[in-house]
């Protein structure tokens, strides 16, 4: 019994090692690097959406933030790492440290060879939900 044992896990172990192993990069979510800065921007706003699905999820917002509108800016660096989160309006202590936590997590791609600058300072606000 426990030869057949050692045997099965023997052959487990030899099918294993004979499997192809891919290894992934851990970076930027960008499937692409923009062309131009209308590109970028697009997938800036996609990041930004994303960032706010996964502050607003993180925190369940049915409460009194979910209705009160806030604002922030973001400070890009050219090579797309959020250098700074700051708050314009508040939409309470909970959903800005969230917001700060998720924006300054962003994966964005470095500038597009179109863009000037070292950094973009992005402000826009943060809307309230309906309902």
């Not at 045997?7 to 172990?13: G, Q, T, V, W």
Request: no cysteine; glycine share 6%; aromatic share 6%.
């Amino acid at each position: 019994m426990f030869s057949r044992f050692l045997a099965a896990i023997a052959i487990l172990l030899a099918v294993t090692l004979a499997m192809p192993v891919t290894v992934q990069a851990q970076g930027p979510s960008v499937a692409q690097a923009p062309q131009n800065a209308r590109q970028w921007n697009a997938m800036l706003r996609q990041e930004i959406r994303r960032s706010l699905r996964r502050s607003d999820t993180a925190l369940n917002t049915t409460g009194g933030n979910a209705r009160r509108s806030g604002a922030v800016a973001l400070i890009i660096t050219r090579d797309g790492r959020v250098s700074d989160v700051v708050i314009l309006r508040s939409k309470g202590k909970a959903m800005d440290a969230a917001y700060v936590r998720s924006f300054s997590n962003m994966r964005l791609p470095p500038f597009s060879p179109d863009m000037q600058g070292d950094a973009i300072t992005v402000s826009f606000e943060i809307g309230v939900k309906p309902g």
